[in-house]
Structure formats: structure tokens, C-alpha cells
């Protein structure tokens, strides 16, 4: 299975709310990272955790690492409808000389005017 | 312009044609992915390349190769395309963080649909 997976699947909220997504991951990693994917298009890079960070914030995103549960959390304040997409966690693998970031199956989160 | 550019966006081809996509990088990265994305898998990770002289390959590489003609460029192929191939493929690049790779700058994708 997938190293990071992400939970829920699918989120709806309402614009204005906070919406907050998981990642669990199963083995040691450097460093976890998020993405933003609009429907059909490239991933965007929104923010990198490293394994020696507990928090990490970026405008209204907060991300969390909780490496002894091996979760991370991504935060979006105050959503808007233009943070519909699907959002990816990657994860870097601790020995990573030669390997490459896993990404999770990704939530796709839906805001309703 | 675009920092990651792959050609072409769009290809319908028919299932035993050899079909090739192109990825283009004007941002000095060595690393160079091919990445395909299903619904509800999300990426997998095809082949990748740490610098011209390093090829690898990746999670589901069979049926596809690669080739590394320059530091910008990295061009994926389906030697014999199979209606399973049919998919989102994205072209990534990163640089090198010291230890592990640093954020994945992807291009807009091509989407392969295989008859």
C-alpha cells in the first residue's frame, strides 16, 4: 500500500470554514510535503515539513508532524472556493540517497459558496 | 514562461503505436521524474533521473523507457502502447536538498488516452 495516505478521501465544507486533512505514513522519513492539484492540471507545491519540525505555517495553512504516530496534518483557514482541489502528502524517506518521494492517494476538498 | 514544459498536452493513439512525451526544465534542476496519475491512486512514480548519466527505475516502469538527452530534458516512451496505459502523465523536477530531494516542481501534464 501507499507509504503516505491521505484521510478523508473527500471533504465538502462550506467557504469561510477550516478544513483539515491527515496523512499517516508507515516508515522513518526526512521531510513530508504537501501538494495542491486543480482538476486535471500539474501539483503545486504548498510546504515542506522536515522530520525535526512539529509545525510549520504558510499564509492560512498550517501543517503538523507528528513523527512517534507517524501523521501529519494539513490546516486551511478561513477556505475559499478557490481551494477546491485535491491535496497530496509526499513523503521523503529517511534513507533516501536514490529514493524518491511517495505520494498518497489525496483529499479532494470541495468549498461551497 | 513556464519553468516545466511537456509536449504533447493531448494524444490519442491506438493500442501497438510507439508514442513518445517530451518534458523541457528551465529551472537548472538535475532531478528529472515521469510521473502517471490514475483517479483515486494518485502519482506513481515511472522512471527518474538524478543527472544525465543516471537513469532509474521507478515504481511501474514496465512498458515505458526513458532517455536523458540534456540536463533540461527528459523524454518518456511506450515502446507498444496497450489501452492501460491510458493516463495523466506528469514530468517533475527538483534540486538537491544535501541529503534528499527539495520540492517537486511539476509541468501541466499530458493526457494519453490509448484506443
Known amino acids: 500500500s501507499q507509504q503516505g495516505e491521505e484521510d478523508p478521501q473527500a471533504l465538502s465544507i462550506q467557504e469561510g470554514e477550516n478544513a483539515t486533512m491527515n496523512c499517516s505514513y508507515k516508515?522513518?522519513?526526512?521531510?513530508l510535503q504537501w501538494y495542491r492539484q486543480n482538476s486535471g492540471r500539474g501539483l503545486v507545491h504548498l510546504i515542506l515539513?522536515?522530520?525535526?519540525?512539529r509545525e510549520k505555517h504558510s499564509g492560512r495553512l498550517r501543517v503538523t508532524l507528528d513523527t512517534s504516530k507517524k501523521s501529519s496534518s494539513l490546516l486551511i483557514t478561513a477556505s475559499r472556493a478557490a481551494d477546491t482541489a485535491s491535496y497530496f502528502c509526499?513523503?521523503?524517506?529517511?534513507?533516501?540517497?536514490?529514493?524518491?518521494?511517495?505520494f498518497g492517494p489525496g483529499t479532494r476538498l470541495s468549498v461551497l459558496p | 514562461d513556464a519553468d516545466v514544459t511537456q509536449t504533447p498536452r493531448n494524444r490519442i493513439t491506438k493500442t501497438g503505436k510507439r508514442i513518445m512525451l517530451e518534458c523541457s526544465q528551465t529551472k537548472g534542476h538535475d532531478r528529472m521524474y515521469w510521473y502517471r496519475q490514475d483517479p483515486g491512486l494518485g502519482l506513481r512514480l515511472i522512471y527518474y533521473s538524478f543527472d544525465v548519466k543516471d537513469i532509474n527505475k521507478g515504481e511501474i516502469s514496465d512498458g515505458y523507457s526513458v532517455s536523458r538527452q540534456a540536463q533540461a530534458k527528459f523524454s518518456l516512451s511506450l515502446e507498444s502502447a496497450i489501452p492501460n496505459q491510458t493516463a495523466l502523465y506528469f514530468c517533475a523536477t527538483s534540486d538537491w536538498g544535501g541529503l534528499v530531494s527539495d520540492e517537486q516542481f511539476f509541468g501541466p501534464g499530458t493526457r494519453l488516452t490509448v484506443l
Open positions: 516508515t522513518s522519513i526526512n521531510n
Open positions: 515539513i522536515r522530520s525535526n519540525e
Open positions: 509526499a513523503t521523503g524517506p529517511m534513507d533516501n540517497y536514490g529514493q524518491n518521494f511517495v
